[in-house]
């Protein structure tokens, strides 16, 4: 039976070598001209790499390989790679198994990365699901490869089969003959049955990092002869969201766009993105409350022809990239951002809380999807920014309530946001008494009331009447003094004291002390210990103390455990109680006694033999 039957393409003639060109005017797009023909010439693989050459190295080559990952990062060239490195030979026969080291093109080589060699078998699973094109393969596995040393069949998107394909496939997969592999390659890897990734080696291709596509990038641009700015390709490596074949395409796009040097406005213009640096004052705008400013920039790119999605998109980018710098600021050293993004980024880390991101984070992701949906966008975007711009500095509910708390019988202090300026109105800001009132009747019946902390507190209408009629407030309760740990025994004892248990038994037998003082614990972790240990201990320290805690895990070694301490104190005790000549002679009289040593709490270290005579019992004192 004839095997070319199985394959999706159909034999072609040779491509043209990478040029700009074919001699008939066939222009080759840069993701088939500098498609990857080794496995050095793979980026941001390193793992897969790895395995595979280990693999080819000592011998272990699987019957069945299965890539998974997104769009665009390798799977059907890494299967070819597979296949040519499986096929590798050379014109003198120097040569004589599978190999990963391709200097140069074997016989087979350029056959197989053009997809038209008679062993090496593609077929596409989105066009052929049905289980006569599997019953088809079965069939002609058995035959041995014409040429080749293996042959090798390639199934692209395998998720595609029907579940009567996957079953026919089952037994040819799991015992084939040693002349065949597989490589099957997928987006979708939850919809492959587990009957067929039980038989397969499983290759997770991940996403390619934004710098090393810049690099990828630049390189090529060289290649090419083609200028390009950095912060250009800092913006297509972003936009290609990890994928090396989006990335190409991009770049080939920005290129015929440009017609000349490539430029990041050029490119901001083509896939119709903000600028950044405008999308950062957007950004300044809001953080400091300038609804003014914020109107006037949103507006600006607006008539520019910036869509409003886009504009929160890019704004709730920034408030992740600007987050991610606050929490490890290394990221602000990548350079596949701007120089302005990072320095902007540094300084905004710096200033803002992480209360303040997170919220503004929310808003803007809920407000994406108003403005999808809304009838008039650019107005829908405008009330998205009014409230951001207004809750920008607000405190949280427990923050309002402990300035309440705080303020005693005095002018409550200025809640942020309540007061100012905010485009031109102010708001009053009612005081203390009139917000913490001991009872709903001393306030005028006009004014509705709400009970905010157990305390009846007037909605807008009556801030004004109680503000005329003040009422005396209850003198506060004096807080009780903060306890202060300074030792490690101090913070057992207090979890003993607090009838907690289970986190005394966590610091006795999980955790090594690297350094305590006053609000700051730092402790090495066992690999017996809970993952949720650091966070729950910092709250109930919280809880116990009356004052804020800081809690962190640290690579230093530490000193040992308690029980360990604990247990070598009780080696060291038997060994100097077997030492004692009085309790040698003692046990060679009753050979198989064992000896015990403990001490009690009013007590010195006893030292006892388990023998059947109580009164053989020995004093360390005597």
């Not at 507190?457 to 801030?463: F, P, S």
Request: hydrophobic share 40%.
């Amino acid at each position: 039976m004839s095997d070319t039957g199985l394959s999706a393409r159909p034999p072609a003639a040779p491509e043209q070598p990478a040029s700009v060109s074919t001699p008939g005017g066939a222009y080759r797009v840069l993701a088939r001209k500098y498609r990857p023909n080794s496995f050095e010439d793979l980026i941001g693989q390193e793992a897969v790499v790895r395995t595979v050459s280990n693999a080819f190295d000592t011998g272990r080559i699987p019957q069945a390989w299965i890539l998974t990952g997104v769009r665009g990062v390798g799977k059907t060239t890494t299967a070819r790679i597979l296949a040519r490195a499986l096929n590798y030979e050379l014109p003198d026969g120097s040569v004589k198994g599978p190999t990963i080291h391709m200097p140069v093109h074997g016989v087979h080589c350029k056959a197989i990365m053009e997809s038209r060699h008679m062993d090496v078998l593609e077929m596409d699973a989105a066009s052929h699901t049905g289980v006569d094109d599997v019953r088809q393969i079965n069939d002609s596995v058995r035959y041995a490869p014409a040429s080749a040393r293996y042959k090798v069949y390639i199934i692209d998107e395998v998720h595609m089969l029907s579940t009567a394909a996957f079953n026919a496939f089952l037994k040819t997969l799991e015992e084939p003959p040693e002349h065949a592999k597989f490589v099957f390659a997928t987006t979708e890897i939850r919809k492959v049955p587990v009957t067929v990734l039980s038989r397969c080696q499983r290759f997770d291709l991940r996403r390619v990092e934004a710098d090393v596509l810049m690099n990828h990038l630049s390189n090529i641009a060289q290649k090419e002869g083609v200028e390009v700015e950095p912060e250009a390709l800092g913006i297509v490596a972003r936009a290609a969201e990890g994928s090396v074949r989006d990335s190409l395409s991009l770049f080939d796009q920005a290129i015929a766009h440009a017609a000349g040097v490539v430029r990041a406005d050029a490119v901001r213009q083509m896939l119709g993105l903000a600028d950044r640096t405008r999308v950062i004052e957007l950004f300044d705008a809001l953080a400091r409350g300038d609804i003014a400013a914020a109107f006037a920039e949103f507006r600006d790119q607006y008539d520019t022809g910036a869509d409003p999605v886009v504009v929160l998109s890019d704004l709730a980018e920034f408030v992740n990239f600007v987050t991610r710098v606050k929490i490890v600021p290394a990221i602000a050293d990548n350079v596949a951002f701007g120089e302005t993004e990072r320095v902007r980024g540094r300084e905004f880390a710096a200033k803002l809380s992480m209360r303040v991101l997170s919220r503004m984070w929310q808003m803007l992701l809920k407000g994406v999807a108003e403005v999808q949906g809304a009838t008039r966008p650019a107005a829908a975007a405008e009330m998205v920014l009014v409230r951001i711009a207004y809750a920008a500095d607000l405190p949280t509910p427990e923050e309002a309530l402990r300035m309440l708390q705080q303020s005693g019988g005095g002018d409550a202090p200025a809640i942020p946001g309540g007061g100012g300026t905010r485009g031109g109105s102010s708001a009053p800001v009612a005081s203390a008494a009139s917000l913490s009132a001991p009872s709903a009747a001393a306030l005028p019946r006009s004014a509705p009331t709400m009970s905010v902390g157990g305390a009846p507190t007037m909605l807008r209408g009556g801030l004004d009447n109680a503000a005329r009629s003040p009422v005396s407030a209850p003198a506060p309760e004096p807080e009780p003094p903060a306890l202060k740990i300074t030792t490690f025994p101090q913070l057992v004892a207090l979890a003993s004291e607090k009838r907690d248990v289970m986190t005394r038994l966590a610091l006795e037998a999980d955790v090594r002390l690297v350094r305590i003082e006053d609000g700051r614990l730092e402790l090495a972790l066992e690999p017996t210990a809970s993952r949720s240990l650091i966070n729950e201990l910092g709250r109930k320290l919280e809880q116990w103390t009356g004052r804020r805690w800081t809690v962190i895990v640290s690579n230093a070694p530490g000193q040992p455990t308690l029980r360990r301490q604990s247990e070598a104190q009780q080696n060291e005790r038997e060994r100097a109680a077997e030492n004692d000549p009085r309790v040698q002679e003692v046990l060679a009289r009753f050979p198989g006694a064992k000896l015990t040593v403990r001490r009690l709490a009013s007590e010195p270290v006893e030292i006892e033999s388990d023998m059947d005579d109580p009164s053989e019992r020995i004093d360390e004192d005597d």
